[in-house]
């Protein structure tokens, strides 16, 4: 899981750079200010999450519970509901889709599924041990 989880956020994270590039430079000329700034929010919080995979990819070789896979599998589905549908909405309407009223209503669930993954990385890092607290009880 650990390698997936490596290899998925470095796709991701691929994909955000090259995204990010083709919206500043492509785009720029195709785009309302307002679209813009939704696909660089888009562009941003994949990123983020790429980072977080990668995070939650480490970390799952010291925690291996399901709330750790749960809390990858979280962020991937948030990047692909919340940056996908932000960049699907964008191209509908650059193509002149103007109902879009099921794309607008995955962006949220997307958000969602971030609150969720960060929700579950906090419950899988296990509380201090005894012996832990004694030695850093300043924490």
Do not use: C
């Not at 991701?12 to 200010?33: E, P, R, Y």
């Not at 809390?71 to 699907?88: K, R």
């Amino acid at each position: 899981m650990q390698r997936t989880f490596f290899r998925t956020a470095a796709l991701l994270a691929m994909v955000s750079v090259m995204f990010g590039a083709f919206g500043a430079h492509a785009l720029k000329a195709h785009l309302s200010v307002q679209s813009l700034a939704s696909f660089q929010t888009a562009t941003t919080y994949m990123m983020t999450h790429a980072v977080a995979l990668f995070i939650v990819g480490m970390m799952y070789r010291h925690y291996k519970k399901k709330t750790m896979v749960w809390s990858g599998n979280f962020f991937v589905m948030g990047i692909i509901m919340f940056s996908g549908s932000i960049y699907l909405r964008l191209v509908l309407s650059y193509l002149g889709f103007e109902k879009l009223a099921i794309v607008n209503f995955v962006t949220p669930l997307g958000g969602l599924m971030f609150i969720l993954g960060w929700l579950m990385l906090f419950i899988s890092i296990p509380p201090r041990e005894h012996h832990e607290k004694a030695v850093h009880s300043d924490d």
